[in-house]
């Protein structure tokens, strides 16, 4: 029974080196390695990011991700690396500048404008409505 | 009156809104990203060339007249579909061009061309793929147009198509000639 279940497990394993042939140095590479690669959004199969994505071009910019890793690049500079080569278009955040400040903020401004809107209609139905009961012209949508 | 009608509007507005971004998406392929690389001067490379692995060729071999740069694989089916294109156009003499097979094991390049014919003046093997990144490459077909100064003018992520020729290449071509 036990060498069945090691033989089952040296087999997952092999399937997994195969997939994932990335030799990791120690543990904090592979954790820094695989939250810098969910943030990179993989260029072919584009709802995926790099960590996910089983695409050849997936698996050959995270062989380069790790190089460039190696070589004691800093993650904005791994970025930028994949920036000038693939555009914005890799990063799941894209960085805040004029360009994308409709991105980040546009949603926050929409709430926000929703909620004014909504604190100024209960103000003016509430200080209409014990004065004289709404007719119908002055009901409001 | 107006009050009432506010919402309609409002909703009229985001209709219009919502159907503009459909039309200005469509017929477009929305998943090709335009490359960083046009109006830069090409990656520095240096490749062997298909066939005769001692002889390489870089970035400064091909500086002096342009040419179009085609990404392709035997293991790509749509290369296929674009090869009478390929081949029309360099018999053209309009343009060099120059293959670049991409992420391929060299027999099965070499049988591709035995089978489907080789519209190229020569092909640069990039067998692991690690220069195609700086090309920002991610599949194939894509063709590149590089002038003769080294600067990527135009590219195109799918097949050439006697449309793409006829409506993108020429008209690149021309602006080339009169701006080299």
Redesign the interface.
């Known amino acids: 029974m036990k060498r069945v279940a090691l033989a089952l497990l040296l087999a997952a394993l092999g399937v997994f080196a195969s997939a994932q042939p990335i030799q990791y140095r120690d543990s904090a590479e592979e954790a820094h390695f695989r939250a810098l690669t969910e943030e990179l959004r993989c260029?072919?199969c584009?709802n995926q990011s790099l960590a996910d994505s089983n695409a050849?071009?997936a698996h050959?910019?995270r062989l380069?991700v790790l190089r460039l890793m190696r070589e004691g690049k800093s993650d904005a500079q791994i970025k930028q690396f994949l920036?000038?080569?693939?555009?914005e278009?890799v990063l799941y955040k894209p960085e805040v500048k004029p360009m994308t400040w409709l991105l980040w903020f546009g949603p926050g401004m929409l709430v926000l404008a929703g909620g004014v809107l909504i604190i100024v209609i209960v103000k003016r139905k509430a200080r209409n409505a014990p004065a004289a009961p709404p007719s119908n012209e002055s009901q409001?949508? | 009156m107006i009050?009432?009608l506010?919402?309609l509007l409002a909703f009229a507005a985001l209709l219009l809104l919502l159907y503009a971004g459909v039309r200005m998406n469509s017929g477009k392929d929305v998943?090709a990203?335009?490359?960083?690389?046009i109006g830069k001067t090409v990656p520095v490379f240096s490749l062997p060339v298909l066939g005769e692995p001692t002889r390489m060729v870089s970035n400064k071999d091909l500086l002096g007249r342009p040419y179009l740069l085609n990404v392709w694989g035997s293991w790509c089916p749509t290369c296929r579909d674009e090869q009478p294109q390929l081949t029309a156009l360099s018999r053209s003499g309009k343009i060099r061009v120059i293959g670049y097979n991409y992420?391929d094991a060299p027999e099965d390049a070499q049988n591709w061309l035995k089978e489907f014919g080789n519209p190229f003046e020569f092909i640069m093997a990039d067998e692991?793929?690690?220069v195609?990144?700086?090309?920002?490459v991610?599949?194939a077909p894509e063709s590149f147009l590089v002038d003769a100064a080294g600067v990527v003018r135009w590219k195109l992520i799918g097949p050439i198509t006697d449309k793409v020729i006829s409506e993108q290449i020429e008209p690149q071509l021309a602006a080339m000639e009169k701006a080299p």
């Open positions: 260029v072919m584009q050849p071009i050959d910019l380069e920036v000038e080569r693939y555009t278009f409001e949508w | 009050r009432r506010l919402p998943s990203i335009p490359s960083p690389l992420k692991e793929g690690r195609a990144l700086d090309w920002g991610y599949g």
